[in-house]
């Protein structure tokens, strides 16, 4: 129906920043609220879809009629978005997913000794561009965070891990990206269309993500 144009269609929606353990009482993470991701969860419920969030630690409480399955890493999220890729329609991928992990995760917490500590790092996978290689029918959304040239870096991610649409935002714009309950984005699409949003809500953004995907549902 017309207000329920999701109806029938499973969605997956990531949000928040991945933590990634150094030792029991310490992580490395990042700026994410899980904000952008929680509206999109909603929006994709309130549109009909039967809706999973994946979403990495955060206060924000589960929108209604959504399930919600918590992860901390990006490899705990990596294993569940697998999981679940083949059975979906749709795929929205909000969370800020650490791009490095520590080499070694301490069994006791770190002593400190008053020397200088380097943090070995190696890399984790990039869910997305896996998603992008193994997609037969679903529709992909990816985001791209970016401080500088964000057209550009935005283009190059859309097109190396092939989604269908891509959510761009500059996340150093006052009102927009980590934390704000605004955000400020451009839609990109593989076609070389771009739709420029003004400042305006996550979940008004996330209601014309609506409307795109079920334009590309067809
Ligand atoms: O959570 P909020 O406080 O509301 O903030 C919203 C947001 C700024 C986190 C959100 O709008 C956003 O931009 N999310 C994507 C953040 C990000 O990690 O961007 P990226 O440019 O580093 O990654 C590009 C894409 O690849 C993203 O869809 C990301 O989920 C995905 N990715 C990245 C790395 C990785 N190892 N695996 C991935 O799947």
């Given at each position: 129906s017309e207000s329920t144009p999701l109806k029938g269609k499973k969605v997956l929606v990531t949000a928040g920043g991945t933590q990634e353990p150094l030792d029991p009482v310490r992580f490395l993470g990042n700026r994410s609220s899980g904000r952008m991701g929680y509206a999109i969860a909603q929006a994709m419920q309130e549109a009909g879809a039967e809706t999973i969030l994946v979403s990495a630690p955060t206060d924000l409480p589960v929108p209604k009629g959504v399930k919600r399955v918590s992860v901390q890493t990006a490899l705990e999220m990596h294993d569940v978005v697998l999981d679940n890729f083949s059975n979906m329609d749709v795929i929205v991928k909000a969370a800020a997913v650490a791009d490095y992990r520590p080499a070694t995760n301490a069994e006791q917490k770190i002593k400190k000794d008053g020397t200088n500590r380097t943090i070995e790092l190696v890399p984790n996978p990039d869910i997305l561009a896996e998603l992008g290689r193994r997609k037969t029918s679903q529709v992909l959304i990816g985001f791209a965070a970016e401080t500088e040239n964000l057209l550009a870096y935005a283009q190059e991610k859309m097109h190396r891990k092939n989604v269908d649409l891509l959510v761009a935002n500059d996340?150093?714009?006052?009102?927009?990206?980590?934390?704000?309950p605004t955000n400020i984005v451009s839609f990109l699409f593989p076609d070389g269309r771009r739709i420029d949003f003004p400042q305006m809500s996550k979940l008004e953004i996330a209601r014309n993500l609506v409307e795109e995907i079920v334009n590309l549902l067809g």
């Amino acid at each position: 129906s017309e207000s329920t144009p999701l109806k029938g269609k499973k969605v997956l929606v990531t949000a928040g920043g991945t933590q990634e353990p150094l030792d029991p009482v310490r992580f490395l993470g990042n700026r994410s609220s899980g904000r952008m991701g929680y509206a999109i969860a909603q929006a994709m419920q309130e549109a009909g879809a039967e809706t999973i969030l994946v979403s990495a630690p955060t206060d924000l409480p589960v929108p209604k009629g959504v399930k919600r399955v918590s992860v901390q890493t990006a490899l705990e999220m990596h294993d569940v978005v697998l999981d679940n890729f083949s059975n979906m329609d749709v795929i929205v991928k909000a969370a800020a997913v650490a791009d490095y992990r520590p080499a070694t995760n301490a069994e006791q917490k770190i002593k400190k000794d008053g020397t200088n500590r380097t943090i070995e790092l190696v890399p984790n996978p990039d869910i997305l561009a896996e998603l992008g290689r193994r997609k037969t029918s679903q529709v992909l959304i990816g985001f791209a965070a970016e401080t500088e040239n964000l057209l550009a870096y935005a283009q190059e991610k859309m097109h190396r891990k092939n989604v269908d649409l891509l959510v761009a935002n500059d996340v150093t714009k006052p009102g927009a990206g980590f934390g704000s309950p605004t955000n400020i984005v451009s839609f990109l699409f593989p076609d070389g269309r771009r739709i420029d949003f003004p400042q305006m809500s996550k979940l008004e953004i996330a209601r014309n993500l609506v409307e795109e995907i079920v334009n590309l549902l067809g």
